[in-house]
Protein backbone atom coordinates (compact mmCIF):
# COMPACT_ATOMS: atom_id res chain seq x y z
CA UNK A 1 0.00 0.00 0.00
CA UNK A 2 2.72 2.10 0.99
CA UNK A 3 4.61 1.44 -2.44
CA UNK A 4 1.12 2.43 -4.33
CA UNK A 5 0.44 5.55 -2.29
CA UNK A 6 4.31 6.60 -3.48
CA UNK A 7 4.24 6.10 -7.07
CA UNK A 8 0.09 7.86 -7.13
CA UNK A 9 2.04 10.93 -5.71
CA UNK A 10 4.54 11.13 -7.90
CA UNK A 11 1.86 10.37 -10.75
CA UNK A 12 0.34 13.40 -9.48
CA UNK A 13 3.29 15.10 -9.40
CA UNK A 14 4.26 14.17 -13.30
CA UNK A 15 0.95 15.58 -14.41
CA UNK A 16 1.09 18.60 -12.68
CA UNK A 17 5.08 19.87 -13.77
CA UNK A 18 6.53 19.98 -16.92
CA UNK A 19 9.65 18.71 -15.62
CA UNK A 20 8.85 15.23 -14.62
CA UNK A 21 8.42 12.49 -16.52
CA UNK A 22 5.25 12.97 -19.04
CA UNK A 23 2.73 9.65 -18.25
CA UNK A 24 1.30 7.86 -21.05
CA UNK A 25 -2.12 9.39 -21.38
CA UNK A 26 -5.69 7.54 -21.18
CA UNK A 27 -8.14 6.93 -23.99
CA UNK A 28 -11.28 8.90 -23.84
CA UNK A 29 -13.88 8.21 -26.72
CA UNK A 30 -17.12 10.35 -27.42
CA UNK A 31 -18.99 9.69 -30.52
CA UNK A 32 -16.33 9.85 -33.09
CA UNK A 33 -13.92 12.04 -31.41
CA UNK A 34 -10.51 10.22 -28.97
CA UNK A 35 -9.24 12.30 -26.46
CA UNK A 36 -6.13 11.92 -24.53
CA UNK A 37 -6.15 11.92 -20.56
CA UNK A 38 -3.24 13.19 -18.50
CA UNK A 39 -5.40 12.45 -15.41
CA UNK A 40 -6.90 8.87 -14.95
CA UNK A 41 -9.80 7.99 -13.31
CA UNK A 42 -8.81 3.78 -12.69
CA UNK A 43 -6.01 5.34 -9.98
CA UNK A 44 -8.72 6.90 -8.17
CA UNK A 45 -9.83 3.51 -6.69
CA UNK A 46 -5.87 2.86 -6.31
CA UNK A 47 -5.44 6.22 -4.18
CA UNK A 48 -7.96 5.71 -2.06
CA UNK A 49 -7.06 1.89 -1.41
CA UNK A 50 -10.16 0.90 -3.15
CA UNK A 51 -7.60 -1.52 -4.79
CA UNK A 52 -5.02 -4.03 -3.50
CA UNK A 53 -3.95 -5.56 -7.11
CA UNK A 54 -2.17 -3.76 -9.63
CA UNK A 55 -3.66 -4.29 -13.11
CA UNK A 56 -0.41 -6.09 -14.66
CA UNK A 57 3.46 -7.21 -13.06
CA UNK A 58 5.94 -6.38 -15.31
CA UNK A 59 9.08 -7.46 -13.21
CA UNK A 60 9.48 -9.53 -9.80
CA UNK A 61 7.41 -6.71 -7.63
CA UNK A 62 7.29 -4.12 -9.86
CA UNK A 63 4.17 -3.21 -11.79
CA UNK A 64 5.04 -0.60 -13.77
CA UNK A 65 7.26 -0.88 -17.02
CA UNK A 66 9.45 2.69 -16.72
CA UNK A 67 9.16 5.95 -15.42
CA UNK A 68 7.07 7.09 -18.39
CA UNK A 69 4.21 4.71 -17.01
CA UNK A 70 3.90 4.49 -13.22
CA UNK A 71 0.20 3.20 -13.29
CA UNK A 72 0.86 0.07 -15.44
CA UNK A 73 -1.50 -0.09 -18.55
CA UNK A 74 -3.20 2.20 -20.32
CA UNK A 75 -7.09 2.24 -20.10
CA UNK A 76 -9.61 3.44 -23.26
CA UNK A 77 -12.59 5.18 -21.41
CA UNK A 78 -16.05 5.53 -23.56
CA UNK A 79 -18.54 7.93 -23.13
CA UNK A 80 -21.96 6.48 -23.82
CA UNK A 81 -25.30 8.23 -23.32
CA UNK A 82 -23.85 10.68 -21.41
CA UNK A 83 -21.93 8.61 -19.12
CA UNK A 84 -18.12 7.51 -18.70
CA UNK A 85 -17.58 3.51 -19.05
CA UNK A 86 -14.35 1.69 -18.52
CA UNK A 87 -14.21 -0.48 -21.92
CA UNK A 88 -10.42 -1.63 -22.11
CA UNK A 89 -7.17 -1.87 -20.07
CA UNK A 90 -3.83 -2.25 -21.99
CA UNK A 91 -0.64 -3.46 -20.92
CA UNK A 92 2.23 -1.27 -22.06
CA UNK A 93 4.89 -3.26 -23.87
CA UNK A 94 5.15 -5.28 -26.76
CA UNK A 95 2.37 -7.61 -25.68
CA UNK A 96 -0.17 -5.49 -25.59
CA UNK A 97 -2.15 -7.67 -23.32
CA UNK A 98 -5.62 -6.82 -22.47
CA UNK A 99 -6.87 -7.24 -19.33
CA UNK A 100 -10.18 -9.06 -18.38
CA UNK A 101 -11.76 -5.98 -16.44
CA UNK A 102 -14.67 -7.63 -14.66
CA UNK A 103 -11.96 -10.45 -12.92
CA UNK A 104 -9.73 -7.36 -12.61
CA UNK A 105 -12.03 -5.55 -9.90
CA UNK A 106 -13.73 -8.67 -8.35
CA UNK A 107 -10.27 -9.71 -7.74
CA UNK A 108 -9.69 -6.33 -5.58
CA UNK A 109 -13.14 -7.31 -4.31
CA UNK A 110 -14.49 -4.34 -5.21
CA UNK A 111 -18.40 -4.55 -6.80
CA UNK A 112 -18.89 -1.88 -10.10
CA UNK A 113 -21.74 -0.76 -11.23
CA UNK A 114 -22.57 -2.42 -14.76
CA UNK A 115 -24.88 -1.03 -17.44
CA UNK A 116 -25.32 -3.43 -20.16
CA UNK A 117 -22.52 -5.85 -19.18
CA UNK A 118 -20.06 -2.56 -19.03
CA UNK A 119 -18.14 -1.29 -16.27
CA UNK A 120 -19.75 2.55 -15.10
CA UNK A 121 -17.44 4.72 -13.71
CA UNK A 122 -19.41 6.08 -11.20
CA UNK A 123 -16.77 6.73 -8.87
CA UNK A 124 -15.59 9.53 -11.17
CA UNK A 125 -15.77 12.85 -10.06
CA UNK A 126 -13.82 15.51 -12.11
CA UNK A 127 -13.10 19.07 -13.76
CA UNK A 128 -11.10 18.31 -16.61
CA UNK A 129 -9.18 21.25 -18.70
CA UNK A 130 -7.16 21.68 -21.71
CA UNK A 131 -3.84 20.35 -20.36
CA UNK A 132 -0.96 23.10 -20.82
CA UNK A 133 2.07 21.18 -21.31
CA UNK A 134 3.89 23.57 -24.15
CA UNK A 135 4.56 20.77 -26.24
CA UNK A 136 1.36 20.10 -27.60
CA UNK A 137 0.29 23.67 -28.38
CA UNK A 138 1.31 23.37 -31.73
CA UNK A 139 1.79 20.79 -34.01
CA UNK A 140 0.32 17.41 -32.35
CA UNK A 141 -2.60 15.92 -33.39
CA UNK A 142 -4.25 14.80 -30.57
CA UNK A 143 -6.00 17.03 -27.90
CA UNK A 144 -5.01 16.44 -24.24
CA UNK A 145 -6.97 17.01 -20.85
CA UNK A 146 -5.72 16.75 -17.37
CA UNK A 147 -7.07 18.21 -14.08
CA UNK A 148 -6.20 21.36 -13.46
CA UNK A 149 -3.86 20.88 -10.56
CA UNK A 150 -2.07 24.02 -10.55
CA UNK A 151 -6.28 26.04 -10.66
CA UNK A 152 -4.94 28.24 -13.84
CA UNK A 153 -8.03 30.50 -14.03
CA UNK A 154 -6.70 30.91 -17.77
CA UNK A 155 -7.77 27.10 -18.62
CA UNK A 156 -11.68 26.97 -19.11
CA UNK A 157 -13.23 23.97 -18.48
CA UNK A 158 -13.28 21.52 -20.95
CA UNK A 159 -15.33 18.25 -19.74
CA UNK A 160 -17.02 17.74 -15.91
CA UNK A 161 -17.75 14.46 -14.54
CA UNK A 162 -20.01 13.78 -11.33
CA UNK A 163 -20.13 9.89 -10.50
CA UNK A 164 -19.36 9.00 -13.91
CA UNK A 165 -21.91 11.58 -15.16
CA UNK A 166 -21.42 14.05 -18.16
CA UNK A 167 -22.39 17.07 -17.14
CA UNK A 168 -20.63 19.71 -19.27
CA UNK A 169 -18.96 19.58 -22.85
CA UNK A 170 -17.25 22.67 -24.05
CA UNK A 171 -14.83 20.58 -26.68
CA UNK A 172 -15.70 22.35 -30.01
CA UNK A 173 -15.79 19.93 -32.76
CA UNK A 174 -13.00 19.68 -35.37
CA UNK A 175 -15.01 20.19 -38.03
CA UNK A 176 -16.39 23.51 -36.28
CA UNK A 177 -13.26 25.40 -37.41
CA UNK A 178 -13.72 26.07 -41.33
CA UNK A 179 -11.47 27.86 -43.67
CA UNK A 180 -11.23 31.20 -42.79
CA UNK A 181 -11.43 31.28 -39.43
CA UNK A 182 -8.65 33.13 -37.62
CA UNK A 183 -7.27 31.39 -34.70
CA UNK A 184 -5.11 33.35 -32.30
CA UNK A 185 -2.69 32.33 -29.39
CA UNK A 186 -0.47 33.97 -26.68
CA UNK A 187 3.04 32.64 -26.96
CA UNK A 188 5.80 32.87 -24.33
CA UNK A 189 9.49 33.34 -25.35
CA UNK A 190 12.67 34.71 -24.06
CA UNK A 191 14.15 38.15 -25.49
CA UNK A 192 17.56 38.58 -25.85
CA UNK A 193 18.48 40.80 -23.33
CA UNK A 194 18.89 39.76 -19.79
CA UNK A 195 16.72 36.00 -20.83
CA UNK A 196 13.95 37.97 -19.59
CA UNK A 197 10.33 36.67 -20.89
CA UNK A 198 7.96 38.60 -23.54
CA UNK A 199 4.39 37.79 -24.33
CA UNK A 200 2.86 38.10 -27.92
CA UNK A 201 -0.19 37.10 -29.69
CA UNK A 202 0.40 34.98 -32.84
CA UNK A 203 -2.42 34.67 -35.87
CA UNK A 204 -3.40 32.20 -38.31
CA UNK A 205 -5.45 31.65 -41.05
CA UNK A 206 -7.04 28.49 -41.39
CA UNK A 207 -6.90 27.56 -45.26
CA UNK A 208 -7.31 23.43 -44.81
CA UNK A 209 -9.27 20.93 -42.59
CA UNK A 210 -8.30 16.96 -42.78
CA UNK A 211 -10.45 16.42 -39.83
CA UNK A 212 -7.64 15.68 -37.50
CA UNK A 213 -5.63 19.27 -37.87
CA UNK A 214 -5.90 22.33 -40.05
CA UNK A 215 -3.59 23.99 -42.22
CA UNK A 216 -2.70 27.46 -41.32
CA UNK A 217 -1.27 30.60 -42.46
CA UNK A 218 0.72 32.72 -39.96
CA UNK A 219 0.12 36.44 -40.67
CA UNK A 220 0.65 38.06 -37.49
CA UNK A 221 3.62 37.78 -34.63
CA UNK A 222 2.99 41.12 -33.21
CA UNK A 223 6.58 41.63 -32.79
CA UNK A 224 9.27 43.75 -35.84
CA UNK A 225 12.36 42.47 -34.27
CA UNK A 226 13.04 39.18 -36.93
CA UNK A 227 15.50 37.54 -34.27
CA UNK A 228 12.44 37.34 -32.08
CA UNK A 229 10.25 35.89 -34.40
CA UNK A 230 12.55 33.48 -35.30
CA UNK A 231 12.91 32.25 -31.91
CA UNK A 232 9.43 31.82 -31.45
CA UNK A 233 9.21 29.66 -35.22
CA UNK A 234 12.21 27.81 -34.13
CA UNK A 235 10.14 27.05 -30.65
CA UNK A 236 7.05 26.21 -32.18
CA UNK A 237 8.44 23.86 -35.35
CA UNK A 238 7.48 25.97 -37.65
CA UNK A 239 9.40 25.38 -41.04
CA UNK A 240 10.30 28.10 -42.93
CA UNK A 241 7.29 28.43 -45.39
CA UNK A 242 4.19 30.46 -44.16
CA UNK A 243 1.71 27.68 -43.81
CA UNK A 244 1.91 24.76 -41.16
CA UNK A 245 -0.61 22.06 -40.23
CA UNK A 246 -1.82 22.26 -35.99
CA UNK A 247 -4.55 21.69 -34.15
CA UNK A 248 -6.95 24.04 -34.00
CA UNK A 249 -8.03 23.31 -30.13
CA UNK A 250 -5.25 24.53 -28.64
CA UNK A 251 -5.81 28.15 -29.78
CA UNK A 252 -8.54 30.41 -29.69
CA UNK A 253 -11.27 31.00 -32.50
CA UNK A 254 -11.44 35.04 -32.87
CA UNK A 255 -13.64 35.31 -35.78
CA UNK A 256 -15.39 32.86 -38.28
CA UNK A 257 -15.10 32.63 -41.71
CA UNK A 258 -13.73 36.33 -42.54
CA UNK A 259 -12.04 35.46 -45.74
CA UNK A 260 -14.64 33.63 -47.10
Not at 114 to 128: E, K, R, V
Request: aromatic letters at 16%; one cysteine or more.
Amino acid sequence: MKIIALLSAILILSTSHSFATEQFPDKLIIENDTLYLKSFPLEELRIKGKFQKSPFEYYENIDFPHTGCYRGYVATWKVIDNKLFLIEIEKVDSTNQKLNILEYFNENNYKPSLINGQIFADWYSDTLKRYGYFMYYFNSERYYLAVDYLKNPDNKNELIFSHGVLTQNNIERIDSYLVGDTLTKEISYYRQWFLKRGLTNIDAIIKENNGRMVRVEFIDFELKKKNAIKEIKQMMGIREEKEQWINPRYWEKTNKNNAL
